[in-house]
């Protein structure tokens, strides 16, 4: 989400495609909570069967702020008939624990929370497999602990370093929204903040939101039914602490960040899938593969934020190839 203004809440976290809900699966995924060593909550949902051969994903989605959701429905049908995903809300979105204490939303915790889910499912290496904001999460996880990390795929990442990037990517949303567009998202998106709104009117109001705000972000505006996960599926208190308090706190706590010194040793391999028509830049992005020793960036045609959606039979096979390989 990385929100800077109501305009462009969420603007680069996420998969969102929360026009209308899928249909339930045959089979209900596994769900449940890991509590954590300070007693935090998180939700999980796991999508796969495990059997021979079988390997285990752990799936990190974008805001900071959003929840599994954002990426289950998009994710589960990619890599769920031939891998074990687990998913789960981070700290601070979702139907996972909504601090009063904000100290304890910050990137360190964020960091332990991703290993203590790791190892509460008795993962001794994991692959991570990350969207939008997700890739900062998983890269300084992987930073923290590189021998618990086998490989890394990142879809749509921010930058590994700050720099402009905030002000280069607001400025390409901006251009793909008129003024009626963005004065409808601050309408929408002040419903979804506030204290007295009920339940049903911030769900109401984020499908309103999503609506206009999805279109800058894919690379055909009017594709927005491609993205099948739904934005707005999770319990709406999640959904408003998410916008109006995680995004900004685990943001800033990133500080300035810059992980291209400890990428430069981290021996992991990584792909990344970004779409040449992406609001964010795809100079910043090259930033990754020219950091990392073992990393490869696949450039899509066609696509913007969501090019598992948008090229779903290209970009899941460039996956799978990448999975398979030693």
Known sequence: MINR??????????????LRPMPAAAQQ??????????????????????????????????????DLESIYNDFAAGLGRTHVVIFYDQR??????????????????????????????GLAKVTLVAHSYGPLLAASYAIAHPDAVSKMVFFGPVPPRRGDFFTR???????????????????????????SASDDAIRAACRDYWAIGL?????????????????????????????TTANGVIMNSYGDWDLRPSLRTL?????VVHGQQETIPMDLIEEWVTSMPHARLIKVA?????????????????????????
């Open 302 to 326: 066609n696509a913007a934020h969501f090019t598992y959606a948008e090229q779903p039979e290209l970009v899941w096979s460039v996956v799978e190839r990448f999975l398979a390989s030693k």
């Open 169 to 195: 990517y607001g400025q390409n949303i901006n251009a793909r929204l008129d003024s009626a567009q963005r004065a409808s998202l601050a309408r929408f998106g002040g419903i979804m903040t506030s204290d």
């Open 215 to 243: 279109r800058p972000r894919l690379a055909s505006p009017n594709a927005m039914r491609v993205v099948k996960s739904d934005l707005c599926a999770t319990d709406p208190k999640g959904i408003r602490y998410g916008m």
């Open 29 to 66: 995924p596994e769900q449940g909570y890991v509590t954590t060593s300070d007693s935090a909550r998180l939700f999980y949902k796991i999508a796969g069967r495990p059997g021979p051969g079988v390997d285990t994903i752990i799936a990190i989605h974008g805001g900071p702020g959003l």
């Open 267 to 271: 021996d992991v391999p990584l792909l």
């Open 92 to 121: 601070g979105g979702g139907k996972s624990e909504l601090p009063v204490d904000t100290s304890r939303l910050v990137a360190a915790r964020q960091i332990q929370d991703l290993d203590e889910v790791r190892q509460h499912f």
């Open 5 to 18: 203004t109501l305009a462009t809440i969420a603007a680069v976290c996420c998969a969102a495609g929360l």
